[in-house]
C-alpha cells in the first residue's frame, strides 16, 4: 500500500517501524519541523524525523499545512491509498483529508469519544480513569470526531504513570494501524453523547495545589510523569516531585508533617517519595533528606 506518514514525537515511532517493516511504500513521512531544544539550545529533529532518515525515507517538514495551497498539493501529488497520522501536531485541511483514496487514519491515544484533543494519556490518569486504550479512526473534519475502526483497552492501576501508558499505548497503536491497513473493518460512529476533551498541557499544569486531595496530588503527579512535571516550592526553590504516594495524615495543606516529607493535603496526606532541585540529581526521599534539612512544620509551595 502506499501511504503518507504523519507524525513527530516518541509515540509515533514504533508505527512508522511497524508500517516500514510491513513492506507498505511510504512516499513520505511528515513530522515537526527541526526545533531548538535543551540547555544548549541546539537544533534537533524530532523522534519521527531522525528514524525516517535512518530508514532512508524523504521527510516533509511544513511549518503549516491549512494556508498553505503548494503543501497541500504537493500532498495530493504523492497519489496515496492513505494517509496515517500519529500525534503529527498540524491540523489536516479537507483538502488533504480527501486526497488519498482510502483517506486518513489516525492513531489516537485515548478510547474514544473520551479524551479527544492533545493530552488523552495525561486526561486518563489524571482523571482516575480505570482503563484507557487506543482508537484507530477515520479522519474528518472535527476534533478527534471521525468514524472508529478499531479500539483496544489497557487498564490503568493504582501505580500506572503516563509514561508507562504511552510506550504501552504506541505499541498496540503500531499493531492495530497493521491490522487496519491489512484488512479494513467497517467504521463505527462514535456514540453522540459522552465525549470529553484533554487540553493542551502547558508547564504550569504541574504546580501541585496543596488544597486538593492527596489521591489527586498522587494522580497529577502520575499525570505528568515525565511532562510538563509536577513540583512545589521548598523555602522559594523550585522542588520537583517525581513520585509519592497517599498515606494517612492530616493538617494545614502544604505543612509538613514528620521527618520522611510526608506533606499534609486538603484531604489527607501524601510523602513524596522521589524529588529534585533544580540542577541537581533526582533522589530518593531519604537520599534528599540527608543533605537537605526539612523540619516538620516547614509548608511548601510558597
Request: glycine share 10%.
Amino acid at each position: 500500500m502506499r501511504l503518507a506518514f504523519m507524525g513527530s514525537p516518541e509515540f509515533a515511532v514504533p508505527a512508522l517501524r511497524a508500517i516500514h517493516g510491513a513492506g507498505h511504500t511510504i512516499a513520505a513521512v511528515y513530522c515537526q519541523p527541526a526545533r531548538p531544544a535543551g540547555r544548549g539550545q541546539a537544533v534537533r529533529r524530532c523522534p519521527v524525523h531522525a528514524v525516517a532518515d535512518e530508514l532512508g525515507l524523504p521527510v516533509r517538514t511544513p511549518a503549516r499545512l491549512r494556508t498553505d495551497p503548494e503543501a497541500q498539493a504537493a500532498f495530493a501529488a504523492l497519489d496515496l491509498d492513505v494517509g496515517v497520522v500519529a500525534a503529527y501536531g498540524l491540523i489536516l485541511p479537507q483538502a488533504m483529508l480527501d486526497a488519498p483514496r482510502r483517506g486518513c487514519l489516525n492513531i489516537h491515544g485515548s478510547l474514544l469519544p473520551r479524551w479527544r484533543g492533545a493530552a488523552p494519556i495525561h486526561a486518563a490518569v489524571l482523571a482516575g480513569d480505570a482503563e484507557t486504550g487506543i482508537t484507530i479512526m477515520q479522519m474528518d473534519a472535527g476534533l478527534d470526531t471521525g468514524a472508529m475502526l478499531l479500539r483496544q483497552s489497557v487498564p490503568i492501576t493504582a501505580d500506572t504513570t503516563t509514561a508507562q501508558l504511552h510506550d504501552a499505548l504506541a505499541d498496540i497503536g503500531a499493531k492495530l494501524i497493521l491490522e487496519a491497513l491489512a484488512s479494513p473493518p467497517d467504521p463505527v460512529p462514535q456514540p453522540a453523547d459522552g465525549a470529553t476533551y484533554a487540553p493542551k498541557l502547558t508547564r504550569d499544569n504541574g504546580r501541585i495545589d496543596w488544597s486538593e486531595s492527596a489521591e489527586t496530588i498522587d494522580r497529577r503527579v502520575r499525570a505528568f510523569d515525565p511532562w510538563p512535571g509536577t513540583f512545589t516550592l521548598l523555602g522559594g526553590t523550585l522542588l520537583k516531585v517525581l513520585a509519592a504516594r497517599p498515606v494517612e495524615g492530616q493538617g494545614v495543606p502544604g505543612t509538613v508533617l514528620d521527618g520522611a516529607l510526608t506533606v499534609a493535603c486538603g484531604h489527607g496526606a501524601i510523602r513524596l517519595t522521589r524529588v529534585q532541585l533544580p540542577g541537581r540529581g533526582v533522589l530518593d526521599a531519604d537520599a534528599f533528606l540527608r543533605g537537605h534539612a526539612v523540619q516538620p512544620g516547614t509548608v511548601l509551595g510558597r
